[in-house]
């Protein structure tokens, strides 16, 4: 994975102890098969492209904290898939928005305005 410097202001849980968000994500149980559920659930064809951005969101939430917004999600998954294609290549496996559906596929709490209609998109 890429390392990537956190800005402190920019997450929420950024404070708290990597141990207690690992804890957190060990007490889930979290598998392949529960995302696939999930997905089939919400009319995604599930793949293994879904499956490494679920991981690679689950490994940003352990190292990083839960985002005070989308944004700093989406930016991250962003430069992380850019050569695939960046925003566009995440549009096309999760057409409800990346980080609104990828984190409910990846069962991690949603960032803060994930969804702004007044925005006019979706995160």
């Known amino acids: 994975m890429n390392n990537q410097q956190r800005v402190p202001y920019e997450t ?6 990597i141990g207690l968000r690992h804890t957190e994500l060990a007490d889930q149980h979290w598998d392949r098969g529960k995302s ?3 997905a089939e ?3 995604v064809a599930f793949n293994d492209k879904h499956w490494e951005v679920i991981v690679f969101m689950r490994k940003y939430y352990l190292e990083h904290g839960l ?6 999600t989406a930016r991250a998954l962003n430069r992380y898939f850019t050569n695939r294609g960046g925003s566009g290549y995440l549009r096309r496996l999760f057409s409800e928005g990346p980080v609104s559906q990828g984190s409910r596929l990846a069962n991690l709490r949603t960032p803060a305005s994930a969804t702004d209609s007044s925005f006019g998109t979706i995160y």
């Open 36 to 38: 696939k559920a999930l």
């Open 67 to 72: 985002p005070i917004s989308a944004r700093t």
């Open 12 to 17: 929420e849980t950024s404070r708290h102890d």
């Open 41 to 43: 659930a919400e009319g």
